[in-house]
């Protein structure tokens, strides 16, 4: 899908050139002229970015960037200011208006598109790692990257350890059974016994646990298996 991005710009000339090179770049491109559209805009295009001049008719940008931070379905919305001379450069660098970038005019389009690509690579970068991450109450596994933190450190796991607890955690408040574990973890090929699984859980709450004589986390349920239990 096209990214979306709003510029907000009186500056007729200025609005089109920037329209004109961002379609060319392979986004889509909405523009307002008037600084009071500029909310009600965002609000029903809900443009991957924002591109806002600080000088407006009606309402100037810093007012309308205040407002989309204070407006709860569009704050996290990457702005970048657009500014016309240096002096109001230094007053919106001093001040923390929440913007994501600042460029004064004139300013290349070619530097404005390595900046808009940047925040979006870097938003998208945010995304892709929450979807990765698990978090319990202490702990973070890390799908794909076979690491698991706890509080911050991280932890040192075998291969097996790592996918035993991945396994587990995936299937949160629910009893898997021993030969379920070593069939989907050792394979079913694998010559060994049920024991092996309780061997590699014995290490992983040395681990995991603070008190591995006494788990919170991996709870055993005799007779059967395993249990990764819910601290939220
Ligand atoms: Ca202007």
Redo the contacts with the bound molecule.
């Keep these: 899908m096209k990214n979306k991005i709003l510029i907000v710009?009186?500056?007729v000339n200025i609005l089109e050139l920037i329209k004109f090179n961002l379609e060319k770049n392979g986004y889509d491109v909405y523009g307002v002229h008037d600084g009071n559209l500029a909310q009600e805009a965002i609000l029903k295009e809900r443009p991957s970015l924002v591109i806002l001049?600080?000088?407006?008719p009606n309402k100037d940008g810093l007012t309308i960037l205040r407002e989309i931070r204070e407006t709860k379905e569009i704050k996290n919305t990457p702005v970048i200011i657009l500014t016309?001379r240096e002096t109001e450069f230094d007053k919106v660098l001093g001040l923390d208006f929440g913007a994501d970038d600042y460029l004064t005019k004139p300013f290349s389009i070619k530097e404005l598109i390595a900046r808009i690509k940047a925040i979006l690579r870097r938003l998208k970068e945010v995304e892709t790692e929450s979807d990765n991450i698990i978090k319990l109450d202490d702990m973070e596994v890390y799908q794909d990257a076979f690491k698991v933190y706890k509080r911050g450190e991280l932890l040192n796991l075998t291969l097996k350890e790592y996918e035993l607890l991945l396994l587990l955690v995936k299937n949160k408040g629910k009893v898997l059974n021993r030969n379920y574990l070593l069939d989907t973890i050792w394979g079913y090929d694998y010559i060994g016994e049920t024991r092996t699984v309780d061997v590699h859980i014995r290490h992983l709450r040395q681990k995991i646990e603070e008190d591995d004589t006494n788990p919170v986390y991996i709870e055993t349920v005799r007779g059967v298996g395993y249990r990764f239990k819910d601290q939220r």
């Design positions: 710009e009186d500056e001049d600080l000088m407006l016309a």
